[in-house]
C-alpha cells in the first residue's frame, strides 16, 4: 500500500514569506501528526491532527499551524518565515485509535526540506 | 511525558548483535516504550513497541525489565544498513500519541 506521502520534497523560500506543506496519510489513517528536524534542536513536535481537529500541539509560535481535511490529508503553513525555519519538516500518520488498533505506531514520510533565505 | 536516556554512540561489528539500552525511569503504567530508527535524511522507521512483556518481530527484539524502568533493543544480527540513529520514546496515548524524540543512539555497524 502507499505509503505517507509528502509535497514538496523541497523548497526554497525567502525571509518574511509563507509556505504551505502537504502530507497524504496512508489510506484509513486518522491520525496526521507534524514534527520540525533541524541539526541543532533534532526533531521535535508541532501538532497533531484527528479527524480534522488539533490533538496536540508542540512549543512553537503562532506563525506555526495546520489543518486536517475530512480525507484525513493534512496541511501545515508557515508565516512570516525566519532563518531559522529552515528544517526538514516530517509527517507521520496512524491509525490514531493506540496501540491496540495501531501495531505499527507512526508510519513517517520522507519529509519536505524547506531552506529559508 | 517520561524523559528517555540513551548514550549517544555505539559501535557494533557486523553479524553480531547490537544492544542498545534506554533508561525511562519515570513511565507512568499505561505508556508504552517505542523504538524508531532514523537512516540519514530519511523520515523514521518504526522498529517495535511493548508495554510490559518483551516483544520480537522480523526487524528485533525488546527487552523491558520488570519495573519498566528502562528497556534494550535487540538487533540479532545486525548489518551496515542497520547503521542510523536509534531513538527509544515513551508514549502515551490517553491524549493522542505524540512523540517526543530525544537525540538518540547514534549507532554505527562497522565491517
Given at each position: 500500500?502507499?505509503?505517507?506521502?509528502?509535497?514538496?520534497?523541497?523548497?526554497?523560500?525567502?525571509?518574511?514569506?509563507?509556505?504551505?506543506?502537504?502530507?497524504?496519510?496512508?489510506s484509513g489513517?486518522?491520525?496526521?501528526?507534524?514534527?520540525?528536524?533541524?541539526?541543532?534542536?533534532?526533531?521535535?513536535?508541532?501538532?497533531?491532527?484527528?479527524?480534522?481537529?488539533?490533538?496536540?500541539?508542540?512549543?512553537?509560535?503562532?506563525?506555526?499551524?495546520?489543518?486536517?481535511?475530512?480525507?484525513?490529508?493534512?496541511?501545515?503553513?508557515?508565516?512570516?518565515?525566519?532563518?531559522?525555519?529552515?528544517?526538514?519538516?516530517?509527517?507521520?500518520?496512524?491509525?490514531?485509535?493506540?496501540?491496540?488498533?495501531?501495531?505499527?505506531?507512526?508510519?513517517?514520510?520522507?519529509?519536505?526540506?524547506?531552506?529559508?533565505? | 511525558?517520561?524523559?528517555?536516556?540513551?548514550?549517544?554512540?555505539?559501535?557494533?561489528?557486523?553479524?553480531?548483535?547490537?544492544?542498545?539500552?534506554?533508561?525511562?525511569?519515570?513511565?507512568?503504567?499505561?505508556?508504552?516504550?517505542?523504538?524508531?530508527?532514523?537512516?540519514?535524511?530519511?523520515?523514521?522507521?518504526?522498529?517495535?513497541?511493548?508495554?510490559?512483556?518483551?516483544?520480537?518481530?522480523?526487524?528485533?527484539?525488546l527487552i523491558?525489565?520488570?519495573?519498566?524502568?528502562?528497556?534494550?533493543?535487540?538487533?540479532?544480527?545486525?548489518?551496515?544498513?542497520?547503521?542510523?540513529?536509534?531513538?527509544?520514546?515513551?508514549?502515551?496515548?490517553?491524549?493522542?500519541?505524540?512523540?517526543?524524540?530525544?537525540?538518540g543512539t547514534?549507532?554505527?555497524?562497522?565491517?
Amino acid at each position: 500500500k502507499a505509503g505517507v506521502t509528502q509535497t514538496p520534497r523541497y523548497l526554497i523560500k525567502t525571509r518574511g514569506q509563507q509556505v504551505t506543506l502537504s502530507c497524504s496519510p496512508i489510506s484509513g489513517h486518522r491520525s496526521v501528526s507534524w514534527y520540525q528536524q533541524t541539526p541543532g534542536q533534532g526533531l521535535q513536535f508541532l501538532f497533531e491532527y484527528f479527524s480534522e481537529t488539533q490533538r496536540n500541539k508542540g512549543n512553537f509560535p503562532g506563525r506555526f499551524s495546520g489543518r486536517q481535511f475530512s480525507n484525513s490529508r493534512s496541511e501545515m503553513n508557515v508565516s512570516t518565515l525566519e532563518l531559522g525555519d529552515s528544517a526538514l519538516y516530517l509527517c507521520a500518520s496512524s491509525l490514531g485509535g493506540g496501540p491496540a488498533l495501531n501495531n505499527y505506531g507512526y508510519t513517517f514520510g520522507s519529509g519536505t526540506r524547506l531552506t529559508v533565505v | 511525558d517520561a524523559k528517555t536516556t540513551q548514550p549517544p554512540s555505539m559501535d557494533c561489528a557486523e553479524g553480531r548483535a547490537a544492544n542498545l539500552p534506554c533508561n525511562h525511569s519515570t513511565i507512568s503504567g499505561n505508556e508504552y516504550v517505542y523504538w524508531y530508527r532514523q537512516i540519514h535524511s530519511q523520515g523514521p522507521q518504526y522498529i517495535i513497541h511493548g508495554l510490559k512483556n518483551n516483544e520480537t518481530n522480523e526487524m528485533a527484539s525488546l527487552i523491558i525489565t520488570e519495573d519498566r524502568k528502562s528497556s534494550t533493543l535487540i538487533l540479532p544480527h545486525a548489518t551496515l544498513r542497520d547503521t542510523a540513529v536509534y531513538y527509544c520514546i515513551v508514549v502515551g496515548w490517553e491524549k493522542g500519541g505524540k512523540l517526543i524524540f530525544g537525540q538518540g543512539t547514534e549507532l554505527s555497524v562497522k565491517p
